[in-house]
């Protein structure tokens, strides 16, 4: 059982950042894949980035390569979210998932999940 906590949203100009946080319990939480998530109003949730459980192999969608950045600490059984250079679509709520599959872009293939955390950006 892990259980996920994100923080770190809020709201932010475009051209801005902001840094997500999600905190895991559980003494399980280095043998898990993590992912991001976002769903914005109206829309499906969709992948936006994953970590492996060594934090070596990372993957991003292709809207938010290049200006988001997933990092993990196994030891603080933490994963983060640097997003920089965002902008008005990338407001949504951002959930965290763990995955015991590797690191997946398809939302099945996690088995945890927080609660989500609001980013909302304007232009």
């Known amino acids: 059982q892990v259980q996920l906590v994100e923080s770190g949203g809020g709201l932010v100009q475009a051209g801005g950042s902001l840094r997500l946080s999600c905190a895991a319990s559980?003494?399980?939480?280095?043998?898990?894949?993590m992912g991001w998530f976002r769903q914005a109003p109206g829309k499906e949730r969709e992948f936006v980035a994953a970590v492996g459980w060594s934090g070596g192999n990372t993957d991003y969608a292709d809207s938010v390569k290049g200006r988001f950045t997933i990092s993990r600490d196994n030891a603080k059984n933490t994963v983060a979210l640097q997003m920089n250079s965002l902008k008005p679509e990338d407001t949504a709520v951002y959930y965290c998932a763990a995955s015991p599959a590797g690191t997946k872009r398809y939302a099945r293939n996690y088995s945890y999940w927080g609660q989500g955390t609001q980013v909302t950006v304007s232009s």
């Open positions: 559980g003494r399980t939480f280095s043998t898990y894949s």
